[in-house]
């Protein structure tokens, strides 16, 4: 079933083009990975979809609507940068999302500071980039939406956090929750996509399956990402 | 909606020490002048136009800082959580501005407040008078806060402007939609401010009239060379105030909104 449909979106910031006539289709359930070097328009688009920025030209549509109030019921986005309030502690900062999100679930939310062992009493302020990286991890994950995007979730942070946060996604994501997640780190990442989708320059590189990858074209997205990349 | 308005109140604790400080700080200056000329003018002319001056700061303070504190929120991070919250920019906005009204009524009850404790204060310790006297400093005090004052609407103003724009109309959408409202608000606030900015110059006039004919005797403080300069000072200051404010927001425009 499909999701999410972009159809010839294009972003222009003053005279830089940020995407180019960009176009797919999301299907539910599957996980995506949005690739590309900075600037090559991965946060323009997940910008767009969770509703906080709108095209140039082009259409969106999330089950069948223009992003809107409607769509963000069911649109989970998680920044690159720390947008949680530094003087909120991490149960606090759990009782905000209840309070706006009708799909966030506080038990689920509680359990998930538990597993990555973050303290629920400590404010955010307090938090290492590390744990920072994890409670907004959590608290995405913790919303029963349909469409989950996560930012580089895994910027900034050593090896032991970064495969903590990726057991999280795994354990966490629901049979039918589409999950778009954005990295430099392709490698890391590689394992639990279904989808790769390349972008150059605001454009469209490469998009496909990831098991078709390997078994036609006998490639790694680490490897596809070397060819469109140019490395 | 209540939801909103409460996490807008608890986000803007900081403002409100914060303001309520400044609006006591601002407040308290103009007081002494009153009473270093004749402590007995106060409760009959001089109080009621404090009163006043400091509803003014009070407002003007308070709404200004709350602006600061939400323009801040629209341009950084926080404010992607903020909009990805599902409900209507509309809803958002008004939360907001319910939230600074909320706020500026407290100030406005702690200066109240203020007032009453000091207009006993004014009919009751020859100390406290004493003390307050040693604060004062020349009538241009008076002027310079007054310029101050109306500098601040000015700014407020146009910070209002943007953000109402950057809120209703949410990030980076077209530039067609900005200008007119900016040119709506604009027109609209031009007025306001130009009268806010001749009241301000008003009072300062009236203040400085007020010492120097009806207390001239009591005070000694009969027009000379020296106060007059200082009238046309204040009014002169006023309005490079304003120009520099424009100018100011003329590049910040430019350079924010790429207008």
Not at chain 1, 46 to 65: V, Y
Not at chain 2, 48 to 76: H, K, S, V
Not at chain 2, 127 to 155: N, Q
Not at chain 2, 243 to 258: A, D, E, R
Request: include cysteine.
């Amino acid at each position: 079933m499909i999701l999410v449909e972009i159809k010839n979106v294009s972003k222009i910031y003053q005279s830089r083009m940020a995407l180019d006539d960009v176009s797919m289709t999301l299907e539910s359930g599957k996980v995506y990975g949005i690739l590309g070097p900075n600037g090559s328009g991965k946060t323009t688009l997940m910008k767009m979809l969770a509703d906080l920025m709108q095209p140039t030209t082009g259409k969106i549509l999330i089950n069948g609507e223009t992003p809107s109030v409607n769509s963000r019921q069911i649109v989970a986005y998680m920044p690159t940068s720390d947008h949680l309030y530094k003087g909120m502690s991490l149960e606090r900062t759990g009782i905000f999302f209840k309070d706006f999100f009708d799909d966030f679930d506080m038990d689920s939310y509680m359990k998930l500071l538990e597993e990555m062992d973050l303290p629920k009493k400590l404010k955010v302020s307090a938090l290492s980039s590390g744990m920072a990286a994890k409670l907004r991890v959590a608290a995405t994950m913790a919303r029963q939406a349909k469409l989950i995007m996560l930012d580089e979730p895994l910027n900034g942070i050593d090896l032991m956090t970064r495969d903590c946060i990726i057991k999280t996604i795994v354990n966490n994501i629901k049979e039918d929750t589409t999950l778009i997640i954005s990295s430099h780190l392709v490698e890391q990442i590689e394992p639990i996509l279904d989808e790769a989708i390349l972008l150059k320059k605001g454009k469209v590189g490469y998009s496909g399956n990831v098991e078709q990858l390997r078994e036609v074209e006998g490639m790694s997205v680490a490897n596809k990402y070397r060819e469109v990349f140019g490395a | 909606m209540k939801n909103l308005i409460k996490y807008e109140l608890y986000k803007n604790r900081i403002f409100l020490i914060l303001a309520t400080s400044l609006t006591l700080l601002f407040g308290a200056l103009p007081l002494p002048i009153a009473i270093k000329g004749n402590p007995d003018i106060g409760l009959n002319y001089i109080v009621p136009i404090l009163i006043l001056m400091m509803i003014f700061y009070g407002i003007t303070l308070g709404m200004l800082i709350f602006m600061i504190f939400q323009q801040r929120e629209i341009w950084n991070r926080n404010g992607i959580l903020l909009y990805s919250i599902p409900v209507s920019r509309f809803k958002i906005f008004s939360a907001k501005i319910v939230t600074g009204l909320v706020s500026t009524l407290v100030l406005l009850g702690i200066t109240f407040g203020y007032v009453a404790i000091y207009i006993k204060i004014l009919n009751g310790s020859a100390f406290m008078k004493e003390l307050f006297a040693a604060f004062t400093g020349e009538l241009a005090i008076m002027s310079i806060l007054a310029s101050i004052g109306s500098w601040l609407y000015w700014l407020m103003t146009i910070i209002f402007l943007i953000i109402m724009s950057k809120t209703v109309l949410g990030h980076h959408k077209s530039k067609g939609f900005i200008i007119p409202l900016l040119a709506i608000g604009l027109l609209i606030a031009l007025p306001i401010g130009v009268s806010l900015l001749a009241n301000a110059s008003l009072v300062t006039a009236g203040i400085e009239a007020a010492f120097q004919t009806q207390y001239s005797s009591n005070m000694d403080f009969n027009i000379t060379f020296g106060n007059t300069i200082n009238f046309w000072v204040s009014i002169a200051f006023n309005w490079l105030m304003a120009i520099g404010m424009f100018i100011s927001c003329g590049v910040f425009l430019k350079k924010k909104l790429n207008i």
